[in-house]
């Protein structure tokens, strides 16, 4: 009997996927896209690594200054005990906004988008939502392992809880930025730190184990990052450094998350970490918290932020904006 029917697989034909006509003109234009054809090339070297990261946090960074302008917003460095950061102001905040502070951890497949490159999201939510937000640089590999980018963030919260009320706090991130806001509130829990008003995690890579059915049936289909093998798999054990993938500090879907604030997570049905986001909600549901996810059609991994003039990019602030003004104070 053939292997694939013993161990209850499933062989699907080869098929090409249509641009779906259910999404704006702007993210059909998104969802178009061909996949980069770097990436699955994995970094061999020290300087590899860092030449990649450098060359695309060149090329990011160089695109703010517009969309800054486009947005109403400013962007200043600053630091928080030692660790660096951003406070990213828009030029009007409303007055229900004026007493609440937003905590933003990038994301970038815990390797990418240092310094002035990984504020992109932050100022999004800064012009689209009105919030003041202090971007964090948390440090990174391959010169900082874990746990140098989670003790950054927790060192980064223990400092804005001087700043604002924690139920005046929120804290967001996509990608890697979701899964470190998780670790965060858990190392948090850990040392009896007060949680936020809120947190809201776009697509987070919550299991790094590669464990969850979309792993495989969006493989390739999503078409911003392909497949968790190759060049995200490497980037996981480098950050790891040799820890097991599922400690609760690398992957927090096996963390305890009772007492977690109201949480806003999202996906889209093309996303390859749609069962990391999915799965992440149910335990929080399960763990008695507030959880709300939201679902884009046809999009991949976080494009619902990758186009500033598109309609679905506007909506998923407004959602997150709604969610943030209803739970904190």
């Known amino acids: 009997m053939d292997k694939k029917q013993t161990d209850g697989a499933h062989e699907v034909p080869a098929r090409n996927l249509p641009v779906p006509d259910t999404v704006s003109p702007q993210m059909q234009a998104v969802i178009a896209r061909p996949l980069n054809p770097d990436h699955n090339v994995v970094p061999e070297t020290t300087e590899q690594w860092k030449a990649r990261v450098g060359a695309e946090a060149e090329k990011t960074a160089a695109t703010l200054p517009a969309l800054c302008k486009q947005l109403g917003v400013s962007v200043e460095p600053t630091t928080l005990n030692g660790v660096g950061a951003f406070t990213v102001t828009p030029d009007v905040i409303p007055p229900a906004n004026l007493d609440r502070l937003l ?64 139920e005046s706090i929120g804290i967001f991130g996509t990608s890697a930025g979701g899964s470190l806001t998780y670790t965060t509130l858990l190392r948090a829990k850990q040392e ?41 798999r490497a980037t996981a054990l ?57 679902m884009w059609e046809g999009q991949s991994h976080t494009q619902y932020m990758f186009d500033p003039s598109a309609p679905e990019t506007r909506e998923y602030h407004d959602e997150i904006q709604r969610f943030f003004d209803i739970h904190l104070k």
């Open 103 to 166: 905590m933003h951890l990038h994301g970038g497949t815990r390797v990418r988008y240092p310094g002035l490159s990984g504020t992109r999201e932050a100022i999004l939510m800064a012009g689209f939502a009105g919030f003041k937000v202090i971007s964090i640089d948390y440090r990174m590999p391959p010169d900082f392992l874990f746990p140098a980018a989670l003790d950054d963030a927790v060192t980064a919260y223990r400092e804005i809880l001087k700043r604002a009320a924690p």
């Open 192 to 232: 009896q730190l007060a949680m936020p008003g809120a947190i809201a995690t776009g697509t987070p890579t919550v299991d790094l184990s590669k464990t969850g059915d979309s792993l495989f049936t969006n493989a390739f289909v999503d078409n911003a990052i392909g497949t968790q093998d190759g060049f995200i």
């Open 238 to 294: 480098l950050y790891a450094d040799g820890r097991d993938l599922k400690d609760p500090m690398l992957s927090p879907i096996y963390g305890d998350v009772q007492g977690f604030p109201p949480t806003i997570l999202t996906s889209g049905t093309r996303d390859l970490y749609l069962s990391n986001t999915v799965r992440m909600h149910r335990k929080l549901r399960a763990a008695g918290v507030e959880a709300v996810l939201q």
